[in-house]
Each structure stands twice: as C-alpha cells, then as structure tokens.
C-alpha cells in the first residue's frame, strides 16, 4: 500500500485484536478483555452470603466466560503475519474491483482503526485456498463485531487526519462486516448481520456525516505546485471521496440486505440525497499527478442527488439530463437499490400510499436500462456486473423469488436456510398454474439473461456481493418451470427487454410516458416483436428467430456455479444444497 506502512503488519499473534504498540492506547482498552475481575479501579463489594450466593458465582463465571471466548478462539487459530498479510492483498486486489470504497493507494496501515482491518482481513480470507482460512475469517469477523458493539461510542469520535467528521472509519468498518455477515456460510453470523445492518445509518446520522459538505473542487491543485500541496489536497479529495462511497455503499447494503431477508429496508431510498461519487477512474488513480490530470480532463462534478434522479425517473416527461451523465456503475448500482426498495416497499396486491406501482417501477427500470447500456464510459465488465443486478430486480417486480423458493420447497418439504420461514398460507403461489401466465414467460426471460451475464463474467469479477442472489433467483424460476412440466422452451433468440417491461404495465401507466413513446407503445401493438408475441403466450408462425432451451440442462450447469461462487460467498453453499434436491426432483 503506502511505501511508509510496509512493515506495519507484522502484528504479535497474542496482540492480534487488541494494539499492536507495546502499550496500549485508551482506545485499545476500550475494547480489552480483564484477566481477572479483580483489576477493576472499584470493587462492587462482597459477594452476598445466604442463598444467593452460589447465584452470583454463577452470573460473575458466565460473563468471564463470554467475555473471553472470542479471545481464546483468536488464539487457538494461530494467526500469522503472512496469514494476515495475504488476506489484506486479496481483500485490496479481489475484493476491492468490484466493491470500490478504500482507496489502495492512500490506505495506511498505522492510522487504520484495528476494528476495520479485522473485517478487511475477514473479508480476504474468502479467497484464499487454505482449509482453515474461513474458519479464521469467521474468528476475526466475531472479534471485530464485538469490539464495535461494546466501544461504538469511543470509535465513533476518531477523526483520521484528513477526515471530514468524525466516525468515518466506523461507517467502512460496519459496511465491510455486513459483507462479510450477509454473504457468510455461518448462518448465526448472517442472522447477527441482519439484525444489526441499520445501525451504519444511526451512526452516520449521529456523527454528522450526512451534512458533511463535499470537496470544492475549485481547490485542485495545478501539475506545477509543490509535491506537498498536491499530496495534501488529494488526500483530502480522497478522504471525503470514501466518506461518500461508504455511505451509499450502506445503501447498496440496503437493499440486497431487504432482498435477502425478505423485510423492506430499513430507510428511504427515495429520500437519498447524497451526491454522485466521482468516476472510477479519478478514484483509482495512485498519484496525485495522475489524479489532477484525470479529474481536470472530466465534466465538473455533477451536484444530483439520487434523489433528485429517482424522482425524474417517475417524472420522464423532464428533460432527462441524467441519462446522458457520465454515471459510474457505482451510481449505478445505488439508483437500482433505490428501485427494490420501492419493490420490496409493495409486497401486496394493494399499493401502499405513495409508493409507486410495479408496472411505474419496470418503467424507471426500462429508462436506467437504456442509461447503461448507452453510457460509454462504462467498462465492459461494469457493464455486465450493473446489468446483471438490472435483471435481478427486474425478475423481482414480476415475482418475489424469495416467495417462490419457500412456495417450491414446502411443497415438497425442503429444508432451506436462505430465506426466512414465514407463513406461507397467508402469500401462497399456484406454481402449476403460474408457470402459463405472461409474468412467468417474463420472469424465466430474465433468469435466463443472469445466467447468461454470469457465465460472461471473467472470474475475477465472477464474485460481485449481488451475484449469489440473483443466480439463485434465477435457479428457482428454472425449477419451478421444470417441476411444474415444462422443461424445455421456445425463446425468441433475441430479447427486446422494453417489451418485456412493457408487457405487463397497466393502462393508467400511459400518463408517465410521453407523446413519442406513446406513439411507439403503439406501433409496438400493430408490429408484434417476437418478444412480445413470446410473452403473451402466441406460437410463432415459424421456428425462425426463435430458440430452444432445456432448463434442466441449464440447471446442472448452475450447480457447478454454485460450487465455484461458495468458494467465496459461503451463503452460496446453503443455495447450492437446496438446488441439488430440486435437481435430484425433476429426474
């Protein structure tokens, strides 16, 4: 990382989660565990006499106890700094590409709170190949939650040198442990995760992180002032750049935490109004030349808010300036949280006030679509990853795929651990029946395109933190299909999506589109696509332009996936298992 933090990490195993000084700091202790109870400054007296006495023994053991598990599971493990080092290189070169809110050039090991570089090294034990490594992981993610849940209060007062507020490191370091928590192959860390996962916004809100004004760009240096300015003020611009990534990341968490759970999220996304980030490329850069030179080529910084975008998505008769901004897929990414929220926001047949319906949220997602793929500046990876997540909350507006999974496996009595397990008699699901509607035609559509998108992914970017819901989602629909008696379907070889979320808006929708797309809503409906004629359920005149698909082939090849995804993701393997016997159902 920083040529000045090489050997930072050479860390004594016994001091492993606690300081890495000879003594430690007041913020150290805050988190230590006693050796004994007795070393407390005051003693809360004697310990009564009577029948209670054997009582208060029994308490005074179970906190010792609890107290010192964690600790004593991080010493039997046998930490190394090599372990350790390695896991930090795979968390900046794996990990970081496709969730980008550290900054690798910049990050120092010293002025790090120990708290972060435990979830950090959590986070990159995943993708190593040693047998022990997740168990290690898991060792170092419980030290890191419990040093946060009992000295939240002190760590959310540190202010790093070129922070904006205070509590900035907290923030990244509760993102990284829900990472690590949503996606764990341990299902009372996921739960744990769940349970915790607002707490990122109470802490922002309380250390004012929110109203933390952005960089003045104006104060970018010239390429000749001295090489200390330059230094300073990208660190600055950097500092405030991670501040404003970990705070939407909370919003990316958001929603696939929402999605995951089966709950709404636990803010508003619509009400977002947090600024774009900057583009991929001036954040990457590793020098403070190179990022003048980049920042200084770009547009001024766009000032939207994803507020400001989410409302002209429902309001696109306004001039739809954002479209043709230069959005990362950051941003991206954040805009479609905001849109499942609003889908998991309408998880009935009745419309709750002021939320929009479903046909109006596959309209937003009809226009992000058409945002992504004419936006240049994307690379081609982000591209796909972006889209990838389009189709997963596509599929989720046609049918929530949680649902589907639980209604398939108490059907045939399968035990799954990825959703929760609510009354399944109160939203029940005909699968035979659902299967030969339009919706069902639609959503097997999408399935098909994530699996397609997966397969496309080079590895290196084959471990993206939506990736495992959304094949999942599209596995379901696959064997609801192939269980309910049709396995193999004619597709049309090339998919117009418009059509496919067009297909099922409502009439009253047509006072959201304007005169040009009304006129072409209606040649649409003189001139048939073979999208169109697919989803409505009509047999092509000819097998011309159409293709065939067995989804029962497709499933096997979904189970090698999953193999190769819980590598990584270890929730991947609870998804793999409940696959395995709809699999072993549809022989």
């Known amino acids: 990382m920083s040529g000045d933090a090489a050997h930072q990490l050479q860390i004594p195993i016994g001091a492993l989660p606690f300081s890495v000084s000879a003594s430690p700091s007041p913020s150290d202790l805050a988190f230590a565990t006693p050796s004994s109870f007795d070393e407390r400054p005051a003693s809360i007296g004697a310990i009564p006499s009577g029948g209670n006495t054997q009582a208060v023994l029994d308490v005074s053991r179970m906190v010792s106890n609890l107290s010192s598990s964690v600790t004593m599971a991080a010493n039997s493990n046998s930490f190394t700094s090599v372990f350790l ?300 990853e972006t889209i990838l997540r389009w189709h997963s909350i596509c599929l989720n507006t046609i049918v929530d795929s949680s649902l589907l999974c639980r209604t398939l496996c108490s059907r045939y009595n399968i035990t799954q651990h990825i959703w929760r397990n609510a009354d399944q008699s109160k939203h029940s699901i005909d699968l035979v029946s659902w299967v030969t509607t339009s919706a069902a035609r639609s959503a097997v559509l999408h399935a098909m395109a994530i699996q397609e998108l997966v397969e496309q992914l080079p590895r290196g970017r084959a471990h993206a933190i939506t990736m495992p819901s959304a094949l999942f989602s599209a596995a379901t629909v696959y064997s609801v299909f192939t269980l309910a008696g049709h396995p193999v379907m004619q597709i049309p070889c090339t998919v117009v999506w418009q059509d496919v979320l067009s297909s099922g808006r409502q009439t009253t929708t047509n006072s959201y589109l304007s005169l040009s797309e009304l006129s072409a809503s209606s040649q649409i409906s003189l001139h048939e696509t073979e999208t169109t004629k697919y989803i409505q359920g009509n047999s092509p005149a000819s097998p011309i332009g159409t293709t065939s698909r067995n989804l029962l082939y497709e499933l096997n090849s979904m189970h090698k996936l999953f193999r190769c995804l819980y590598a990584q993701w270890g929730i991947a393997a609870d998804m793999e298992s409940v696959l395995e016997q709809w699999i072993t159902l549809c022989h």
């Not at 080092?85 to 496709?98: A, G, N, S």
């Open 85 to 384: 080092d390695e896991c930090l290189h795979m968390f900046f070169v794996k990990f970081i590409p496709t969730f980008p809110i550290l900054h690798r050039a910049t990050f120092v090991f010293r002025d790090c709170a120990r708290t972060l570089l435990l979830n950090a090294i959590a986070i990159g034990s995943l993708y190593l190949g040693q047998k022990d490594a997740v168990a290690k992981g898991e060792t170092l993610w419980h030290l890191a939650h419990t040093a946060i849940a009992t000295s939240w209060q002190t760590l959310i007062t540190h202010r790093g040198e070129y922070d904006a507020c205070e509590g900035v490191q907290l923030i990244i370091t509760a993102v990284l442990g829900q990472v690590y928590g949503t996606l764990s192959k341990n299902r009372a860390i996921r739960t744990t995760s769940q349970a915790f996962h607002s707490l990122g916004f109470v802490w922002a809100r309380r250390s004012g992180m929110f109203d933390s004004q952005p960089f003045d760009l104006r104060l970018v240096p010239a390429l000749d002032t001295p090489e200390l300015d330059k230094e300073h003020q990208w660190r600055l611009w950097v500092s405030r750049e991670i501040q404003q990534r970990a705070l939407l990341a909370h919003y990316m968490l958001d929603g696939l935490i929402s999605q995951m759970s089966g709950e709404p999220t636990s803010v508003r996304h619509a009400t977002n109004q947090l600024n774009l980030p900057s583009s991929e490329a001036s954040f990457e850069a590793s020098t403070a030349n190179e990022w003048i030179s980049i920042i200084r080529l770009e547009s001024p910084s766009d000032t939207t808010s994803f507020r400001t975008i989410l409302r002209q998505l429902f309001r696109p008769t306004l001039e739809k300036r954002w479209i043709n901004t230069a959005l990362s897929a950051f941003s991206y990414k954040v805009i479609l949280e905001g849109l499942q929220s609003l889908v998991s926001d309408d998880d009935t047949e009745e419309t709750a006030v002021g939320v929009p319906t479903r046909s109006e949220v596959r309209h937003a997602l009809c226009q992000v679509y058409e945002g992504i793929t004419t936006n240049s500046f994307l690379s081609s990876n982000d591209r796909l």
